[in-house]
């Protein structure tokens, strides 16, 4: 079987094509698949799939065995590979996801896509919806308790559940250590997505993401657009904001009302044949 391998700031992704709905993956494969030293090696799995309502589908399974409802860093590297393998040659593609449908808009050089903004849709701050176990309207700087340790949190729905915390300080062993246990509390009946922000200046942050179901992330799309929207919510940030990740940086821009929007690169790196056991 074929496969590609790109990745989004080193956040990386395996793409099989299953537009024949040939392939049937299992948490087993999955993992053994995504494996750094008896797979491919990947934080994540992508299927190129037919939709029947929008352009293309595109199907997403973390390195853990678990689907992911969407990712940002994935959009970039799956629009990359449909406009450059000629699946999809528009240069706004409508891509239907578990969350819905995210449209990367993209900027090509001799048919190499360059750059590629994407229409993120909305956050949704209710926790019913995120889904959260805190008794608000918006989970907006609330405490939480989690272990010996207490933590202001924002959090929301941005495609997947994201939590953001503003620090001063990112610290590699803090975030791992406290990520995980955050994401795996009682708060989030459906785990989440936990983010570490230093701020710089209104228009500047560090961020650290430790990823639901793929652990600490060189980069997160989902969670730069969430930190972001935690920011200007909180009058932290203001309006386009430079994102510095473990992997490169991001821009996001949001209005505070409207749907956001990441913009960034993605990269290819080799490609190859997988004895996969469809």
């Known amino acids: 079987m074929e496969f590609y391998k ?10 099989f094509e299953n537009r024949d709905n040939s392939i049937h993956l299992n948490p087993d494969k999955i993992r053994a698949i995504c494996h750094r030293n008896f797979g491919i090696g990947a934080d994540g799995i992508l299927l190129v799939e037919n939709s029947e309502t929008q352009d293309i589908r595109m199907v997403i399974h973390n390195s853990d065995g678990s689907q992911a409802e969407m990712c940002g860093n994935a959009t970039r590297c799956f629009a990359k590979y449909i406009y450059e393998k000629g699946i999809i040659k528009k240069k706004k593609i409508r891509i239907e996801t578990l969350s819905g449908v995210i449209i990367p808009e993209l900027e090509t050089q001799n048919e190499i896509v360059t750059n590629i903004r994407v229409d993120m849709g909305k956050p949704v701050f209710d926790p019913k919806v995120i889904p959260c176990n805190i008794d608000c309207e918006i989970v907006k700087e609330k405490r939480i308790e989690v272990g010996a340790l207490a933590y202001d949190i924002t959090a929301m729905l941005m495609g997947v559940p994201h939590t953001v915390i503003f620090k001063d300080q990112l610290l590699d062993e803090d975030i791992i250590k ?8 009682f708060y989030f009946p459906k785990k989440t997505n936990v983010n570490f922000v230093k701020i710089l200046s209104r228009n500047e942050i560090v961020l650290r993401t430790w990823e639901r179901g793929a652990g600490y992330t060189l980069a997160c799309g989902t969670g730069s657009c969430a930190s972001v929207a935690a920011g200007i919510i909180n009058d932290l940030l203001d309006n386009r904001v430079l994102v510095h990740l473990r992997g490169g940086d991001l821009i996001i821009q949001w209005d505070g009302e409207n749907n956001i929007f990441m913009e960034g690169g993605a990269t290819e790196v080799f490609s190859g044949q997988y004895e996969l056991d469809v």
Do not use: C, R, V
């Open 6 to 15: 790109y990745h989004g700031l080193g956040n990386d992704f395996i793409i």
């Open 178 to 185: 406290e990520g995980k246990a955050i994401e795996e509390s």
